[in-house]
């Protein structure tokens, strides 16, 4: 059965740690396991991390750049090489690939999402595989993935993926950092959102010197990846063929359940591809209307406002305390929302002189996170 494939790898395990130079041996390894897959009639995508460290060793540099001009020039360094190492090395095999270099804003717009997922398509029927990696030599930090975990799990979801491989510098999730806990607890298999939940307050652990994302984001891009319906797999990057036995069925890694019944397409770019522009801070019967008998939220609601913003843009849905309970579109602005908070819906057109929409944010457009 054709399945299709994401494999992301991290900085941690595509450089040796002691020098930060390329650990080609890997990176082989990796190549022929994703051309195996191939093989076998999947679909197959790769995210990779690396730029900023190979830039590193080719500049030489011996500690990741701070600002974020100087990390944009040192990628500018780096991803040319990896890319040429890569096409090198499936060229060797037979195997087509393709750069695909994307920033956060590629996501935003709602035509410009819809493109990636074309040409993602595209390239999946040409059987090609994609390689793809943030374009850190233009992206602004404000739209700024953050993390490769973030945009594998992104990715993942865009093209609705069977499999999430997150590659990573330890075999699976521990309870703690088994290099300095040694009874630390190996987890096998996470269930369910909760688990998952309880899993990101635990999980503090910053990565490696050379990458981005210690567990947490890992963890994080799990829970993006299970609600697109996505199973997802964080395991040893050293090894890469271990992918193919966790196909098969060997009980390798740490495996996160999907859930049954995925978020929609429209609903999963409104949590994880908008940036949101500010926060509403509701009460407990909007909680309650909004989480568990799925409505739309009203003005009345709403205790404060944090942020600008326009009509149609992405915001955070907050409890008291801060905690983020969903995402959605607005229909009205911040500062209309400052003057109609706390009011009823029919009192809307004589406080603003218009009529205006009767939810705040509809629930078509409002998504539990």
Known sequence: MTQTIVVKIGTSSLTKPETGQLALSTI????????????????????????????????????????????????????????????????????????????????????????????????????????????????????????????????????????????????????????????????????????????????????????????????????????????????QGKFPDNIERILQGEPLGTHFQPQPEPTSARKRWIAYGLVPTGKLYLDTGAIAAITQAGKSLLAAGIKSVEGEFEPQEAVQLCDHQGNEIARGLVNYSSQELEKIRGCHSQEISTILGFVGAETVIHRDNLVLT
């Not at 690396?50 to 540099?61: E, F, I, P, S």
């Not at 993602?120 to 030599?137: R, S």
């Not at 899993?199 to 990565?207: D, F």
């Not at 799990?222 to 319906?229: C, E, L, Q, S």
Request: net charge neutral; glycine share 6%.
């Open 28 to 235: 082989a390894n990796l190549a022929e396991t994703l051309c195996h897959l191939k093989q076998q009639g999947h679909r197959v995508i790769l995210v990779s991390s690396g730029a900023v460290g190979v830039g590193c060793a080719r500049l030489g540099l011996t500690q990741r750049p701070k600002t974020i001009a100087l990390k944009q020039a040192v990628a500018a360094v780096g991803q040319g090489r990896l890319m040429r190492i890569y096409e090198d090395l499936f060229t060797t095999l037979n195997q087509p690939t393709a750069q695909v270099l994307l920033t956060r804003s590629d996501l935003v717009e709602r035509h410009r999402y819809l493109n990636v997922y074309n040409t993602f398509q595209e390239l999946l029927a040409l059987g090609v595989i994609p390689v793809v990696n943030e374009n850190d030599t233009v992206a602004v930090e404000e739209l700024k993935f953050g993390d490769n975990d973030t945009l594998s799990a992104l990715v993942a979801s865009l093209v609705e993926a069977d499999w999430l491989f997150i590659l990573t510098d330890v075999d699976q999730l521990y309870s703690a950092d088994p290099r300095s806990v040694p009874d630390a607890r190996p987890i096998s298999l996470v269930n369910n959102l909760k688990e998952l939940t309880q899993l990101q307050l635990q999980t503090t652990s910053p990565g490696s010197q050379w990458g981005t994302g210690g567990m947490l984001t890992k963890i994080s891009a799990a829970r993006i990846a299970v609600a697109a319906g996505v199973r997802t797999v964080i395991t």
